[in-house]
């Protein structure tokens, strides 16, 4: 009698797209962020070329970071506002569509942010950041983050507080997966030894899974009354 | 479209009880409605209306008690419980930056309903309500009212067997009001079962076939309305809900 699991998850991807396709609310803000944060940035950090190699990769993250919790927000407050989740939740399909289909779009707005920065900080920092296996550390990054984040989110967009809430109870989560990812593209940018940068990504890999498996079970109950 | 399990009533709650923390908000109620019947669940704030409708919709879990929608029982068959209930709410639960139809669409899908009955259901809806031609327009476009009517549209997508109402004249005008009493009147006579919470009594004693009254958490008041005009359930509604307040 439910509605198939994909079937569902897809429509919910696909209505996020197509809402914010029309409102552009969220690339747009999350995007200017962004683009403000390296600009800074790269106006701030006078550096040479080795401290650079250095420091750009902890600049990549905090923009993402902080862009995606403007992105995480809005995306769930949308669905509280308006009372649609509670449209959702009155319909046969597994609770847990609800965060599949909300954690894709909310990692394909994410990563559509973090795709547009690489080329841009790669001009202002002049280190390359397009690389294959930047790529994938910022994937696998940038994943795991909306994961934990679709989540926590879910909890706090029911609080009054819900955009200062967020990011105090997500950091302290997502602290070992951040310093995963800070630590996997350091070591790719700054050409270390194979092993140096293969650790990190298997454990933001590790990380990865843990956090799916975890908001999987508990969404549910986040959900519930 | 939506089938049941049995052949008992189509709701049955018995001795249900809804705390919240060490508050009670719903205390051993038992009701049971059967199908056609549209029942206008009256109450001052607090007395629990609002509580039971997310009850029924299964968005809240019983403290203690049954809930049994067409034979499922809540919360343990809730998802076949779910394919059988529409909700309106005060609220309109639509997307405001897709259309009417991108609407219909979308929450189609959801209820797992074929592309080609669905295209049409939708046609056939947004005409009854009132909106085909506004199909391709934004919902952010639309008045309250207009809102609304397409969240009862919503409602009916999937032929649930009981519609509830959590206040749907909420922030309504005379004109918006006067649409939303025909189409709950069609809606009826097309046999539908409809529980509907209002604080408006005009509205229960004129469209409603049986009136509840909750007052803190238990029913003071269950009958059919048979002629009952406004004012006599006014004075009902004010005995019922101060005798409640005398015994407290």
Redesign the interface.
Known sequence: MKTPFFKAVLSIVRKDLRTELRSRELISSMGLFALLSILVFSFALELDRIARQEAISGVLWVTVVFASFLGLNRSLAMERDQGNLDAMLIAPIARTTIFFGKLVGNFLFTITVGLLLLPIMTVLFNVSLVQPLVLAVLFMGTFGFTTVGTLLATMTVQTRARENLLPIVMMPLALPLLLAAVKASTNLLTDSATEDWVAWVQILAMVDVVYLVMCYLLFEYVIEE | MTETSTTRALVEIRSLVKAFGVLPVLRQLDLTIEKGEFVALLGPNGSGKSTLI?LL?????PTAGTIHIGGWELPQEA??V??Q?G?V?H????????SAR?NLI??S????LPRDAANTRIDDLLERVGLGRRAGD?VRTFSRGMQQRLSIA?ALLHGPAVLLFDEPYTGLDQDAAAILDDLLTDTHAAGQTIIMVTHQLNQAAKLASRVVILSRGKIGYDAPTNGLDALELASIYTQTTSMASAKQ
């Not at chain 2, 919709?57 to 879990?61: A, F, I, Q, V, Y």
């Not at chain 2, 609220?91 to 897709?98: D, M």
């Not at chain 2, 899908?109 to 797992?112: M, S």
């Open positions: 997310r919709s299964g968005l809240s879990k998802a076949a779910r394919a209930i909700l709410s609220r309109p639960l639509l997307y405001e930056n897709l991108e979308f929450f899908r959801l209820y797992n934004m919503r």
